[in-house]
C-alpha cells in the first residue's frame, strides 16, 4: 500500500488551486498511491490575513466557501474515481444544517471515488481564527484503504489530547492537513514544534501519521510534508513542491510498534486514567507538596 503526503503551493485563486490538487492527485496516481494526504485549506487557500484583522480576507472565504458535498468535492470525487484512490484535503466550509447560516468551518474531507464519506470540523481554532471559523466539536475515524484513520487539522496537533482520542478510538493513522508556517522567530519556535509534534504524537500513541503541509505561498509556509513512523521515525518527507511516498503496511507497522519497540510494552494499554481524570475538567491548583 502506497500513502502519500502532497507539499503544494496555493494561493486566493480556488480554480487555480483545485488544478494544482489535481496535479498532485495526478503524480501521486502515477506511483501508485492509494491514499493521499493534502493540507489545510487546499481549495480556497489559507487566510493568511489572519495574522490581523484582515476583512476583505475573511469577505474573500465567505464568499468562496462551500459545502460539502459540494462542486469542489464532487470535482475532487470524479479525480478519485478515474484514479482509483482515496483523498483528504482541507477547505473552508458552508454548513447547511438549520441555524448555521453565516457560519464557517475549517474542514477537512476524506473522498473516495464515491464520493464524499467523512468530514472534519477543526475543533481548535487558534488566535485570531475564530474570528472566521466556528469551532468544530466531534473528532473523525474513517475505515480507508489503509485501515481506520484519524483526521485532525494543524493546531490540533499541539494538543495530545487531540491525538489520543483518534488513538483511542482505534486509529492505526492520524491524517493531518495543515498550513503550518515558516520560522519568523530566532529561535525556530515553528520549525521545532513542527519536527517535535509530528515526531511525538506518533510515537506516543505508536501509530503512523501522516501530515500534508503548504509551502511557500504568503505565508509563507513550512512545507516538509512527511510520514511519521509508530516509533517516531520520519519514513518519507517532502521538504519542497512535491509529494511524500511510502509504500508499507499499517497495520503490520502499529503491531511490530507495540509488540517490539519500547521493549514491547504498548502505551495505550498501560495508561492509568484513574490518576489524571482531571484532565477532563477543569484543573485545580496543583498540590506542592
Known amino acids: 500500500m502506497k500513502i502519500g503526503a502532497g507539499c503544494i503551493e496555493v494561493s486566493s485563486s480556488k480554480s487555480a488551486n483545485l488544478a494544482a490538487i489535481e496535479l498532485c492527485v495526478r503524480e501521486a496516481a502515477s506511483q501508485g498511491v492509494k491514499l493521499l494526504i493534502l493540507p489545510e485549506c487546499a481549495v480556497q487557500g489559507y487566510p493568511v490575513g489572519l495574522g490581523g484583522a484582515d476583512l476583505d480576507v475573511y469577505e474573500r472565504q465567505l464568499r468562496e466557501a462551500e459545502p460539502v458535498p459540494g462542486p469542489a468535492t464532487e470535482r475532487l470525487a470524479r479525480l478519485a474515481a478515474e484514479h482509483e484512490l482515496e483523498l483528504v484535503v482541507g477547505l473552508t466550509e458552508r454548513p447547511t444544517e438549520p441555524g448555521s447560516v453565516g457560519r464557517l468551518f475549517n474542514t477537512a ?16 481554532t487558534g488566535g485570531v481564527e475564530k474570528c472566521l471559523w466556528s469551532r468544530g466539536a466531534d473528532w473523525t475515524l474513517v475505515d480507508s484503504v489503509a485501515g481506520k484513520i484519524g483526521l485532525l487539522i494543524c493546531y490540533d496537533l499541539v494538543f495530545p489530547e487531540t491525538t489520543r482520542r483518534l488513538a483511542l478510538g482505534g486509529a492505526q493513522l492520524l491524517a493531518m492537513s495543515t498550513a503550518w508556517t515558516a520560522d519568523t522567530t530566532p529561535e525556530g519556535t515553528f520549525r521545532e514544534g513542527y519536527e517535535l509534534f509530528t515526531r511525538a504524537r506518533a510515537l506516543e500513541n505508536q501509530v503512523l501519521l501522516v501530515s500534508a503541509n503548504l509551502v511557500g505561498g504568503e505565508g509563507p ?3 516538509h510534508s512527511r510520514i511519521v513512523g509508530p516509533l517516531g521515525q520520519v519514513i518519507a518527507e517532502s521538504e519542497g513542491p512535491g509529494i511524500a511516498v511510502a509504500e508499507l503496511d499499517v497495520e503490520t507497522e502499529v503491531l511490530r510498534a507495540r509488540s517490539r519497540g519500547w521493549f514491547g510494552q504498548v502505551f495505550l494499554s498501560d495508561r492509568e486514567p484513574r490518576a489524571y481524570e482531571m484532565l477532563a475538567q477543569a484543573v485545580p491548583e496543583l498540590s506542592r507538596q
Do not use: C
Open 221 to 223: 509556509f513550512y512545507g
Open 109 to 124: 474531507v476524506f473522498i473516495g471515488p464515491d464520493g464524499v464519506r467523512a468530514r472534519y470540523r477543526k475543533v481548535h
